[in-house]
């Protein structure tokens, strides 16, 4: 299994973004596909995340400017990401997680294995 971000770079405050996930190799159904993102010195943290059921999970403050889908046919993962910020500036991940629990509760939930891209840099300036 392969998973591979796509979309990433520089834009300005206010901008926006859509990063891609393709995943390749053996066909699989995780629980959710989702899209994490990490500063340096920081913990990866959980932004979002979409089931095959089209059920969503995001972190709260982010509701309102990032939108996360998915084309099950194509198995690829997308974020859309408007207004952003200075703070929005990492490093974002594409994952497949296999969990216990429920997607609205993902940030909780007990992860029994996942799968992970390389990521791709994003890049806010002010």
């Known amino acids: 299994v392969q998973l591979v971000e796509s979309g990433g770079g520089l834009v300005q405050e206010g901008g926006h973004l859509k990063l891609s996930c393709k995943t390749s190799?053996?066909?699989?159904?995780?629980?959710?596909m989702a899209w994490y993102r990490q500063t340096p010195g920081e913990e990866r943290e959980l932004i979002a995340a979409?089931?095959?059921?089209?059920?969503?999970f995001y972190k709260e403050p982010l509701r309102a400017r990032f939108t996360v889908s998915a084309d099950n046919a194509e198995r690829r993962l997308y974020l859309q990401m408007n207004e952003l910020e200075p703070e929005d500036t990492a490093i974002y991940y594409c994952?497949?997680?296999?969990?216990?629990?429920?997607?609205?509760?993902?940030?909780?939930?007990?992860?029994?294995?996942?799968?992970w891209g390389q990521g791709t840099q994003v890049t806010v300036s002010s």
């Open positions: 190799g053996d066909t699989f159904k995780p629980d959710a």
């Open positions: 979409i089931s095959p059921g089209k059920s969503t």
């Open positions: 994952a497949a997680l296999f969990f216990t629990g429920t997607i609205a509760q993902l940030d909780r939930a007990a992860i029994r294995n996942s799968y």
